[in-house]
């Protein structure tokens, strides 16, 4: 349900859409959505941690990173620390805040809940937040990430490969 519900507000974005979470592992329904809002002209962000406390998401959610860029979704990887923060803001108006991840694990296996707000004052506070964490982030630009190392796309493959199995 919780799926269904994110599919929805990604696919309702029409000018932003901000994502946070501490760990990237997304589903192929999702990945696409976010990948389409950005080709149709939504501005796309997605907040992550440099580093997380899981090597192996930490590894997996990079296997995404390319695709995303490609479809021009601007990832910022925050450097303030610890980032635990769930939340997607659409259009400065529908917030989704709660306990998942957007990784499969949350969204298939653990009992999670979110809370949808649909609230122009809500959704202002959120983007406060988010803008913080976007000053204390560094934006991944494309032709950077197209010069890591060979054996960092190989780590990250087999991360992939791995969370897709275990979750």
Not at 15 to 39: R, W
Not at 54 to 59: A, F, P
Not at 71 to 98: C, P, R, W
Not at 107 to 114: A, D, G, S, V
């Amino acid at each position: 349900m919780i799926h269904q519900a994110l599919l929805t507000a990604v696919y309702s974005a029409r000018e932003q859409l901000i994502m946070t979470t501490p760990y990237f592992v997304p589903s192929d329904d999702l990945l696409h959505a976010i990948c389409t809002a950005a080709l149709r002209g939504v501005e796309v962000s997605i907040i992550v941690p440099r580093d997380n406390d899981s090597m192996m998401v930490r590894w997996a959610s990079r296997a995404f990173f390319s695709e995303l860029l490609e479809a021009g979704v601007k990832i910022y990887q925050f450097e303030g620390g610890l980032l635990h923060t769930k939340s997607v803001l659409v259009d400065g108006q529908l917030s989704l805040v709660g306990t998942v991840n957007l990784d499969m694990r949350s969204l298939w296996l653990n009992f999670e809940i979110t809370l949808v707000i649909d609230d122009d004052g809500f959704g202002s506070d959120l983007a406060c937040v988010q803008d913080d964490y976007i000053a204390r982030s560094q934006l991944l630009e494309a032709r950077e990430w197209q010069k890591r190392p060979f054996w960092h796309r190989i780590l990250e493959r087999v991360f992939y490969f791995s969370a897709r199995c275990c979750n």
